[in-house]
């Protein structure tokens, strides 16, 4: 079963508003989660990494003060993409590391589609 | 990043075995080799990983050339189910996330 669930699946909103994306990791702790975008018939791109009770890790070209995210718990990340407008409209998927080290696999979810109208 | 090459797209037919090539020439000693594959509209899934040695579990196996500059992923008997984009990644030590290539698109025919 999912291991690491993501919560809407899909959401629709307008432009200017603001939308949340959670991500929780169901049965073990993640101190890391990565949160990945990815546009129609393209490859997944890293947007950030979040850490527990610190500061989230921004990839070059992602504005941090647009994609907001917090790790609060040690089984639960959020995103929340402010201001949205339509280009925003993407795939995310959240993923965290059931195991400590850097070769166990990744659990992801099974992504939020946004829609910005 | 350790970067891969992998063909675009790929065709198999049902209930045949799928070989599903990776190269990676510039592969370091302790880069892991891991295949994913994300259905549509779907988040990836884990697939296999492996260092050095081939790798088999329930979904595929993995053979890893001796030289380490290639791998492949190996399906055994293809279901319409296993049509997807197969992802193959290289994780460094120093490195925790997954940086996606564009991967290979498999198509299962009946």
């Known amino acids: 079963g999912a291991v690491v669930s993501q919560h809407p699946s899909r959401v629709i909103c307008k432009s200017g508003t603001s939308v949340k994306i959670e991500c929780r990791s169901l049965?073990?702790?993640?101190?890391?989660m990565f949160w990945y975008r990815q546009f129609p018939k393209k490859s997944l791109m890293l947007m950030a990494t979040?850490?527990?009770?610190?500061?989230?890790?921004?990839e070059q070209g992602v504005e941090k003060d647009k994609f907001l995210i917090n790790h609060a718990s040690l089984t639960l990340s959020t995103l929340t993409v402010t201001s949205a407008h339509p280009e925003d409209s993407s795939f995310y998927i959240c993923?965290?590391?059931?195991?400590?080290?850097?070769?166990?696999?990744?659990?992801f979810g099974n992504g939020t589609r946004l829609t910005v109208t | 990043d350790a970067k891969t090459t992998q063909p675009n797209s790929m065709e198999s037919n049902e209930e045949e075995p799928v070989h599903l090539p990776c190269n990676h020439s510039t592969i370091s000693g302790t880069d892991y080799i891991h295949w994913y594959r994300q259905l549509p509209s779907q988040g990836p899934e884990y697939v296999i990983h492996?260092?050095?040695s081939n790798v088999n579990n329930r979904m595929a196996s993995l053979a890893i050339a001796e030289d380490r500059k290639s791998s492949t992923l190996i399906l055994h008997r293809a279901t319409l189910r296993d049509a997807a984009v197969y992802y193959c990644i290289l994780t460094p030590k120093s490195q925790g996330n997954l940086i996606f290539g564009k991967g290979t698109k498999l198509s299962v025919k009946p």
């Open positions: 492996g260092l050095t």
């Open positions: 993923s965290a590391r059931r195991g400590g080290s850097y070769n166990s696999p990744l659990h």
């Open positions: 979040s850490n527990e009770g610190s500061k989230a890790t921004y």
């Open positions: 049965d073990f702790q993640a101190t890391t």
